[in-house]
């Protein structure tokens, strides 16, 4: 075989192999029954890294789910953090990170040590920060049925029938 000849070779196998990979794409995108991932975050890279900065620093994944993560050794049925701003505003959120007994605000049904902890000793800029990113976690409208099922499940211990 030529050089020429080779290069188109190759050429055309990288056409076929590219056609078919876009059209196993289509074929999965196209599924009507898969949506996609519902949970979305309109804040900016640096608004995420300053909250997850904290998020880590005071164990939240202890015992929320965030983006899916969790810490897998610790059982706690607190609401999963996925979508939680379809819910609540940003001025809820400071509120309630602000709170001395965050009890009064969303009442709990767990153990004293399980229960969601007051974060009113951080800065009010760091108050504000985590506010605002729990705000921008935003859940498709498709999925926001499923969220208030989970987080009323979560928190009363009940099943949501409704
Ligand atoms: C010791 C476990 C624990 C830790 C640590 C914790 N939480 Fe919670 N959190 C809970 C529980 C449990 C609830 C549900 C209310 C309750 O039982 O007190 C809750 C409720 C919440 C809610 C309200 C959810 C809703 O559906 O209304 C938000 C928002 C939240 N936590 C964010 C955070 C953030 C951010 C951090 C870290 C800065 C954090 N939590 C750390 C246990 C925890």
Redesign the pocket.
């Known amino acids: 075989m030529r050089k020429g000849e080779k290069g188109i070779l190759i050429g055309s196998v990288v056409v076929v192999g590219l056609v078919i990979a876009v059209r196993f794409m289509m074929g999965h995108f196209d599924a009507s029954d898969d949506k996609g991932i519902p949970f979305y975050s309109t804040a900016s890279p640096e608004l995420r890294m300053a909250a997850m900065k904290?998020?880590k620093q005071?164990?939240?994944k202890?015992?929320?789910t965030l983006w899916t993560v969790r810490d897998m050794m610790r059982k706690?049925?607190?609401?999963a953090?996925d979508g939680?701003g379809s819910?609540?505003d940003e001025q809820w959120?400071y509120e309630?990170?602000s709170a001395p007994d965050?009890?009064q605000i969303?009442p709990?049904?767990?153990k004293e040590?399980?229960?969601?902890?007051s974060?009113a000793f951080l800065s009010e800029q760091e108050r504000r920060t985590?506010a605002q990113y729990?705000a921008s976690l935003k859940v498709e409208d498709w999925y926001l049925p499923a969220v208030k099922k989970d987080?009323y499940e979560?928190?009363t211990g009940k099943v949501f029938n409704q």
């Open positions: 904290i998020y005071e164990n939240c202890n015992c929320h706690v049925p607190a609401p953090l939680i819910l609540h959120f309630y990170f965050p009890q969303v709990s049904r767990l040590e399980f229960r969601m902890p974060f985590l729990m987080e979560k928190l």
